[in-house]
């Protein structure tokens, strides 16, 4: 995994097979080895960059949780290709990556020819559409978080978050080793969180991105990720939303070769 100093961090990203470059960003909490089930489908046909956002996977922690914003995380995506030496790109961005990926994208035009998102976490969308009985959901689970934190601990607020968002039980299904390592992330996702709130890509700001888009959403999403994703793709000019039947909101992780599927038809055009 090639890694290199931004800013005083360590940032880290894979880069793996040849040909035209796709780009993937990693869902909150998770990193770029989420799309290792994708792979082996994607390196066949293209140059594929997995960054780790700032606080996951191999990159630093960013040195202030109150402070990250997705800009800060659309500007580490530029300096990975930079790095990596990338002029264009297709890209793929699920959840937290979604926002990152619409913040790169508008501050880049040009850059990414052709996209797929995947349930963005955009929050203020809900706000400015007034779905306030869908947006108290998803502050259930966010702001709940960030309370449980405070009360209860770690432990206990990572248990309430990922069965909330997972299913109930997901978190006593996991190893100890995948416990410990939400658990290190855990003022990571504390920034992450604050990042999402802190997000203002309002509906006209998507309009003006005419690029092909892919929006995918999940048969068994969440009130909130659901309706964020059918506003997206209500509001790009160039998008199509497509249902995926039985899977829900990781489903890159738990349908790869599906999801895979439909990333490759849309690339292809």
């Given at each position: 995994?090639?890694?290199?100093?931004?800013?005083?961090?360590?940032?880290?990203?894979?880069?793996?097979?040849?040909?035209?470059?796709?780009?993937?960003?990693?869902?909150?909490?998770?990193?770029?080895?989420?799309?290792?089930?994708?792979?082996?489908?994607?390196?066949a046909?293209?140059?594929?960059?997995?960054?780790?956002?700032?606080?996951?996977?191999?990159?630093?922690?960013?040195?202030?949780?109150?402070?990250?914003?997705?800009?800060?995380?659309?500007?580490?995506?530029?300096?990975?290709?930079?790095?990596?030496?990338?002029?264009?790109?297709?890209?793929?961005?699920?959840?937290?990556?979604?926002?990152?990926?619409?913040?790169y994208?508008?501050?880049?035009?040009?850059?990414?020819?052709?996209?797929?998102?995947?349930?963005?976490?955009?929050?203020?969308?809900?706000?400015d559409?007034?779905?306030?009985?869908?947006?108290?959901?998803?502050?259930k689970?966010?702001?709940?978080?960030?309370?449980?934190?405070?009360?209860?601990?770690?432990?206990?607020?990572?248990?309430e978050?990922?069965?909330?968002?997972?299913?109930?039980?997901?978190?006593?299904?996991?190893?100890d080793r995948?416990?410990?390592?939400?658990?290190?992330?855990?003022?990571g996702?504390?920034?992450?969180?604050?990042?999402?709130?802190k997000?203002?890509?309002?509906?006209?700001e998507?309009?003006?991105?005419?690029?092909?888009?892919?929006?995918?959403?999940?048969?068994?999403?969440?009130?909130?990720?659901?309706?964020?994703?059918?506003?997206?793709?209500?509001?790009?000019?160039?998008?199509?939303?497509?249902?995926?039947?039985?899977?829900?909101?990781?489903?890159?992780?738990?349908?790869?070769?599906?999801?895979?599927?439909?990333?490759?038809?849309?690339?292809?055009?």
């Amino acid at each position: 995994m090639p890694g290199f100093q931004l800013n005083g961090a360590t940032v880290n990203y894979g880069d793996e097979g040849a040909g035209d470059v796709l780009v993937l960003l990693h869902a909150a909490g998770s990193s770029g080895a989420q799309w290792r089930g994708m792979l082996p489908h994607l390196t066949a046909t293209y140059r594929v960059i997995t960054p780790d956002l700032y606080g996951h996977g191999r990159t630093d922690l960013w040195p202030d949780p109150d402070t990250l914003t997705h800009e800060d995380q659309a500007a580490l995506l530029r300096a990975v290709l930079a790095e990596a030496g990338v002029e264009s790109c297709d890209m793929v961005g699920h959840s937290y990556g979604g926002a990152t990926a619409l913040r790169y994208i508008l501050q880049n035009p040009g850059v990414v020819k052709r996209f797929v998102i995947i349930e963005p976490m955009l929050l203020n969308l809900l706000v400015d559409a007034g779905e306030d009985a869908v947006l108290a959901d998803l502050y259930k689970m966010s702001k709940g978080f960030l309370s449980s934190v405070e009360t209860h601990g770690p432990e206990y607020a990572w248990k309430e978050f990922l069965d909330f968002r997972n299913g109930p039980g997901s978190w006593d299904g996991y190893s100890d080793r995948t416990r410990n390592n939400f658990l290190q992330r855990t003022q990571g996702h504390i920034a992450n969180l604050k990042a999402n709130m802190k997000n203002q890509t309002p509906a006209s700001e998507l309009a003006t991105i005419t690029i092909p888009t892919l929006a995918i959403k999940s048969e068994q999403a969440t009130s909130f990720d659901g309706r964020m994703v059918e506003i997206v793709a209500e509001s790009m000019p160039n998008c199509e939303l497509i249902t995926v039947p039985d899977t829900g909101h990781m489903l890159p992780l738990t349908h790869p070769d599906l999801v895979a599927g439909f990333v490759l038809k849309h690339l292809a055009g």
